[in-house]
């Protein structure tokens, strides 16, 4: 089957296409970003979905009104009207309350995640944005969206027909005791069609008994203050089971001012209970695992913090987050992603369930998306909370069966505790997820409490955060060269570009902080391109001077996740005037690991290109021998971890010879890195390692150093 979308073109006609029946209605895409628009179009009609766009959030609820789309993506920072604003101006919007509206957000803090579900957001994805995944999250949000308003369609459907349907009524004269009960309210509330009830006792027969007492007190007490009173209870039925009834309830004066009788209408509302129960746990649970989701544990978090002001207990909440999850979804399948979280959520409530609480009623499991989960437990003191989170350590440390494989994963978890770290549930929340980021950080597979010296941590990163951001932004950084040497001529062969930031506050920061901050906040990519782009301009100028030596520049593996990465780095060439064997990229086997199709279709344009390819950090990694095969590798560096005691470790030599050995085997070039001694080079020109790197000839120079460093190598060389 398949339903009609109108579409608006460009020349404001319009054209009629067909859009399978499970979207139902097109997809919304608002962002400010051209390119990024364009490849999510792409990637989301390549799955059957219909898309229009909008450059900002004011035009994103404009064309919401004219095409009542089944979802919105919705980027975060836009002009006119941000994200935020943006989605709860849709919220106000005839039909769009239940509406999926997914965020796009490059900004991982908690802070801006929960500002967009309190703007009404139904979930967030981070950029950029993983293309393999984003269809099957939309499908998933639009089904959840479906199935609510189908739930809330069918709520007003019962609504109605309750109304117009014929009702259960009852009469007690409270002064004569005697009871009349209409044959609608006999079948209504199970009662004997050949008996006619005399008291009220008798009308509740079948109410259980845990609801027959608060029953009969509403009654009396109803009758005691004279107003009308609704009830709802339980009924059970021989033949149908367990019912819910709802009584609405009136006292009248007849007569005389003292002669009182009491109405009723009996209702069954099963049906109604039952839908709004389903709504109650599409809003408060996790449909994966069945565990609370992150309203739910707000509430539940609340009500724990007040009873521990009142009692003087504490309470410590949980930031758990699965170490490395996504490596789990690319090499073993989302089905057993999803499988391994499910059965996360499992060992998270035996071990809950075990552990002795001051108040079981506020302890609660959840799941906050992704692969983080979040537990409020009540505790006593910081070490029963310590505690419980080693033993979840363990829990999810245990083994499990995907599939016909075991995997065996680690945690992070991250815990703050009331009092102390956090009066109110968004300080809670963010210390712990802040501190479970901390454990990340180091590598995983621990426990660490808030401290005030992660919040330090955590404002210094996000000042450096914003300093690199600027830096970037306005050209800041600069791009320094170490020369490769050739071990038989001694002239240089080639230069690797390296990124160096001079902070104006705190200086030169080392490239291993602000590297890895810029792959962590997605600046990797902006970074990686003005690398680039400087090592390129600065090799034409070296080539008009008359050195013909090539230029390397470095790969993150995050780059991989654009498909237009190829295309970017041969552009850049292009405008330099460069000719694509001057440029070689390094690249890492973690990129070949991470994002073997994507780095695979990149590394081939690039090859068929006339670009060199070649693999940094040879053997710190996995598969080394495999990777040579399969991708289109012209170089391979030797690790500076292997050259540093090759003269002195006889293992560090034989892995250095060994990798010299295939290397030339396989026809590959072999360059060397951290030669710093005459006794490394010599060992290296005996192995017939032909280029070397190191501080022996120099350290990385901006380029006019390096210029003068060339101009004296070369009167040196004269002499």
């Known amino acids: 089957m398949s339903c009609i979308v109108k579409v608006k073109r460009l020349d404001g006609m319009s054209k009629t296409r067909t859009a399978p029946m499970r979207d139902g209605a097109p997809v919304l895409i608002a962002d400010d970003d051209d390119a990024l628009r364009m490849l999510i179009r792409a990637c989301l009609e390549a799955h059957g979905y219909e898309v229009i766009e909008a450059e900002n959030g004011a035009q994103a609820v404009e064309l919401f009104s004219e095409h009542e789309p089944a979802l919105v993506l919705m980027d975060v920072v836009m002009p006119r009207l941000d994200g935020f604003d943006a989605c709860r101006a849709l919220r106000e919007l005839p039909g769009a309350q239940f509406v999926p509206v997914v965020m796009m957000t490059g ?7 929960q500002k967009a579900y309190d703007a009404g957001a139904t979930d967030f994805v981070t950029k950029p944005v993983n293309f393999a995944l984003l269809p099957h999250r939309v499908s998933y949000l639009h089904r959840a969206g479906e199935t609510l308003c189908e739930l809330r369609q069918s709520e007003r459907r019962l609504t109605a027909a309750q109304h117009l349907a014929r009702l259960g009524g009852w009469e007690l004269d409270l002064e004569n005791h005697r009871l009349h009960v209409s044959s609608e309210a006999r079948a209504i509330l199970g009662l004997e069609r050949d008996r006619n009830p005399e008291t009220i006792e008798d009308l509740l027969v079948n109410v259980p008994s845990g609801d027959r007492e608060r029953l009969w007190n509403a009654f009396h007490d109803g009758e005691r203050i004279g107003r009308p009173f609704g009830v709802e209870h339980r009924i059970l039925l021989p033949s149908e089971g367990e019912r819910i009834i709802y009584q609405q309830v009136e006292i009248h004066r007849v007569g005389s001012q003292d002669h009182l009788t009491m109405t009723g209408m009996a209702q069954d509302v099963t049906e109604r209970s039952e839908a709004q129960q389903k709504i109650f746990d599409l809003a408060h ?6 565990l609370s989701n992150r309203t739910l544990l707000r509430k539940r978090v609340e009500a724990a913090i007040h009873e521990a002001s009142e009692k003087g207990t504490h309470v410590a909440l949980l930031s758990i987050g699965i170490d490395k999850f996504q490596r789990i979804n690319d090499s073993c399948g989302h089905d057993n992603g999803d499988e391994l979280l499910r059965e996360t959520a499992r060992r998270l409530e035996e071990c809950v369930d075990g552990f002795p609480t001051p108040n079981r009623a506020h302890t609660t499991v959840a ?53 102390g770290h956090g009066d109110n549930v968004k300080q809670l929340l963010k ?4 501190a479970m980021h901390y454990v990340k950080r180091r590598g995983g597979g621990g426990v660490d409490f808030h401290s005030t010296a992660l919040d330090e941590n955590a404002r210094q990163r996000l000042d450096m955060e914003n300093g690199l951001r600027r830096a970037i932004e306005r050209s800041e950084i600069e791009v320094w060269y170490q020369p490769k040497v050739d071990t038989v001529t001694s002239r240089v062969c080639g230069v690797e570009a390296l990124a160096r930031w001079r902070d104006p506050k705190r200086g030169m920061i080392p ?9 962590e906040t997605g600046l990797i990519a902006p970074l990686g391109m003005y690398v680039l782009e400087q090592a390129c301009e600065q090799a034409k100028k070296w080539r008009a001077n008359g050195h013909d030596f090539t230029v390397a520049v470095n790969l993150s593996p995050k780059q991989f996740a654009d498909p237009e990465l190829a295309e970017a780095i041969l552009a850049q060439v292009a405008k330099s005037e460069l000719s694509p064997s001057a440029l070689e990229v390094e690249i890492t086997e973690s990129a070949l690991m991470d994002h073997d199709g994507a780095c695979g279709a990149t590394l ?8 060199g ?7 710190t990694g996995y598969a080394s021998l495999s990777y040579l095969k399969q991708f289109p590798i012209d170089v391979v560096k030797i690790d500076r971890s292997f050259v540093m005691d090759v003269t002195t470790n006889a293992e560090s030599a034989a892995i250095a010879e060994a990798i010299l050995g295939m290397s030339h085997a396989m026809s590959k070039s072999c360059v060397a890195e951290g030669v710093e001694t005459e006794e490394q080079l010599d060992f290296l020109r005996k192995h017939d390692c032909r280029v070397v790197q190191g501080y022996f000839y120099s350290r990385p120079l ?13 009167v040196q060389k004269s002499a």
Do not use: M, Y
């Not at 900004?107 to 995640?113: G, H, N, T």
């Not at 983080?372 to 505790?379: K, Q």
């Not at 210390?431 to 802040?434: I, K, S, Y």
């Not at 490239?511 to 792959?519: C, D, K």
């Open 431 to 434: 210390n712990a997820d802040a």
């Open 604 to 611: 081939a344009k690039l090859k068929e290109a006339g670009v």
């Open 285 to 290: 649970f996790d449909l994966l695992t069945g």
């Open 613 to 619: 390819i070649a693999l940094d950090d040879f053997g």
């Open 702 to 714: 901006a380029a006019v150093d390096l210029e003068a460093w060339l101009e004296l190598s070369e």
């Open 107 to 113: 900004l991982d803090d908690v802070v801006s995640i």
């Open 511 to 519: 490239p291993v902080e602000f590297i890895a901050l810029a792959e």
């Open 367 to 419: 799941r906050l998306g992704g692969d983080e989960f979040a537990i409020c437990l009540p505790v006593d003191d910081r070490r029963q909370a310590e505690s419980i989170a080693h033993e979840i350590l363990s829990a999810i440390s245990r083994p499990v069966d995907l599939g016909n494989e075991a995997i065996v994963v680690t945690a992070s978890i991250g815990v703050a505790l009331h009092p």
